[in-house]
């Protein structure tokens, strides 16, 4: 009854603080991405760089510019890794070896953040602070950058201007993602968490043996980490590590980040196109998913019939750490598979076939509700073009979205967008399967052992980057396949988002007749949601049926 009580309140402080921050934040956000200032820090660094601050850029350029640069950083991170050991702070570290420097380059570059290694044994301090960390703040911002250029798609007329990226990343990442993670690293080293620059210290314990355990600057990466929805870890055990995440407290303030901004986005979109209802609808869908995902993963987790002796004791327990339980384990386990963050403080192997299940259909959403630090407004935005466009279709009239008319075009850039991820999904998952070698990695085999190779490739192919666990995916064909899964996932649908802005930003819009379907009201929560669950159930249930389903049901 107490563990009810408190997983409750949780919840309830949660949405408190969430809903706190949203009008200040989203409005803040806005202001960023629209003021004609630049700060001296912005102007000397476009005049480094030799960026005209005042140019506006067709989305071709923009999307070049956002291209080059993140090519630019892989290539950047997988030399850093290359050389590591001719680097400070290696701290005894090796260089890491080609096939996990490529996969770790594209996940961090690509704001997955998945790894196929341990990070305490792997990565020296200046390659996690250089590289990893730093990746965690311009992935985080190129996902803000692509949802600002498709606002200003709905917002301009008659341009093929959508914004100008080195603005906008450098914007993001100096007024928005430096000082919240700044202020909220020193809240995490308040609570426990580490930041040193300690090597590996060998440590006695209590039975007199000898523990090897290593330091570093954990807390600054952490804090980024979750306000950027990036995810991974410093440590292998993730956020379920002591030294990331000590007690329920830092655990709070960890979910609080990982929510936060992709909660305030839709504020910053209302504000952006000039009627704020627009965000509180996109929030209300955003919010019922969440819900319904909470209680789910959360009842699966306290009354699975898979598990009597973990019912016994109040909870699936297993794969769960004793100071946060199955409460805040499954509040944690929801915020980060439905945004693209990946952090983990629990197994998700060891859920429940359908609270693990879930947790792989959270993903499947396109991690939308709340989704990644811009990705998931974007992508819900797509998945509202195509809900105006069915309900066109039912009355009988060319759909329109904020004053925009949506024709042939446009719907042909929202439906590459939706098939893109899918198409990675499933072809992986499928070669992995039907690869004997690749079978052999599996611990476990039937309908768990596919759960957790679908689990790897929805994981990699949405941004996500936690796992299941249970299959060896540190081989060359994993770390490729899956490199490959997350740079595609993360940038083709890119490319159709761009594109539909600047096809946007060139109409004149049309004012709303009675004929116009209001976008504003419930019905049209309701009209997203369902499109979302369906689009999403027709492209996956079979996939969901071979896996956690059948598992589930058995």
């Known amino acids: 009854m107490n563990d009810t009580l408190a997983g409750w309140l949780q919840i309830i402080a949660l949405l408190g603080v969430l809903a706190l921050s949203y009008r200040p934040l989203g409005d803040y956000m806005a202001r960023v991405l629209t003021s004609p200032r630049h700060l001296r820090v912005e102007r000397v660094l476009y005049r480094l760089g030799g960026v005209d601050g005042d140019a506006d850029q067709r989305w071709p350029v923009y999307l070049r510019s956002l291209l080059a640069f993140s090519l630019l950083s892989v290539l950047f991170l997988y030399g850093l890794q290359r050389l590591q050991n001719h680097l400070l702070l290696a701290i005894g570290m090796k260089a890491v070896s080609p096939g996990v420097a490529f996969n770790t380059a594209a996940s961090f570059v690509t704001n997955t953040n998945w790894q196929s290694y341990s990070g305490e044994s792997t990565m020296g301090h200046l390659v996690q602070m250089a590289g990893l960390a730093v990746q ?215 859920f429940s076939p359908l609270g693990g299940g879930m947790t792989i259909f959270n993903m499947m959403l396109g991690e939308i509700a709340p989704g990644g630090t811009g990705s998931g407004l974007y992508g819900i935005l797509i998945l509202a073009v195509i809900a105006v466009f069915v309900a066109g279709l039912m009355v009988g009239r060319t759909p329109e979205y904020l004053g925009k008319k949506l024709g042939g075009r446009e719907m042909k850039f929202a439906s590459l967008y939706i098939l893109t991820t899918p198409a990675v999904v499933l072809v992986g998952a499928g070669l992995a399967m039907a690869l004997p070698g690749e079978r052999a990695g599996m611990l476990n085999s039937g309908p768990h052992g596919f759960s957790e190779v679908l689990y790897a490739f929805t994981s990699a192919a949405n941004n996500n980057g936690s796992a299941f666990a249970g299959l060896s995916v540190n081989t060359n064909w994993y770390n490729t396949a899956l490199g490959l899964a997350m740079l595609i996932g993360r940038f083709l649908p890119m490319v159709f988002v761009l594109a539909l802005a600047g096809s946007l930003a060139r109409q004149q819009p049309v004012p709303a007749t009675a004929g116009t379907l209001p976008t504003h009201r419930p019905q049209f929560v309701g009209l997203l949601t369902a499109v979302i669950v369906i689009v999403v159930g027709l492209t996956y249930f079979p996939a969901l049926a071979l896996g956690p389903l059948a598992e589930g049901l058995h």
């Open 136 to 350: 965690n703040f311009v992935s985080a911002a190129v996902g803000i950058a692509v949802v600002a250029a498709l606002i200003r798609g709905f917002t301009r007329r008659h341009t093929d201007r959508v914004g100008n990226f080195w603005v906008d990343l450098t914007r993001i990442v100096l007024r928005v993602l430096l000082p919240i993670a700044f202020i909220f690293a020193i809240v995490l080293v308040a609570g426990g968490a580490v930041q040193n620059f300690h090597g590996v210290q060998s440590i006695s314990t209590i039975l007199g043996d000898h523990q090897s355990l290593t330091g570093g600057p954990v807390a600054s990466q952490e804090a980024i980490k979750e306000l950027g929805t990036n995810g991974g870890g410093f440590y292998n055990a993730n956020s379920a590590h002591p030294f990331e995440n000590p007690n329920a407290f830092t655990n709070f303030v960890e979910i609080y980040l990982l929510l936060v901004i992709a909660v305030s986005l839709p504020r910053t979109f209302g504000t952006m196109v000039g009627d704020r209802r627009q965000g509180y609808a996109i929030i209300a869908v955003m919010g019922l998913i969440w819900a319904a995902s909470v209680a789910v993963i959360t009842v699966n987790e306290l009354h699975s019939v898979h598990s009597a002796a973990g019912h016994a004791a109040g909870g699936m327990l297993e794969g769960k750490e004793q100071r946060f339980g199955v409460w805040s384990s499954a509040l944690f386990a929801t915020s980060t598979t439905l945004t693209s963050t990946g952090a983990v403080n629990s197994f998700h192997d060891s």
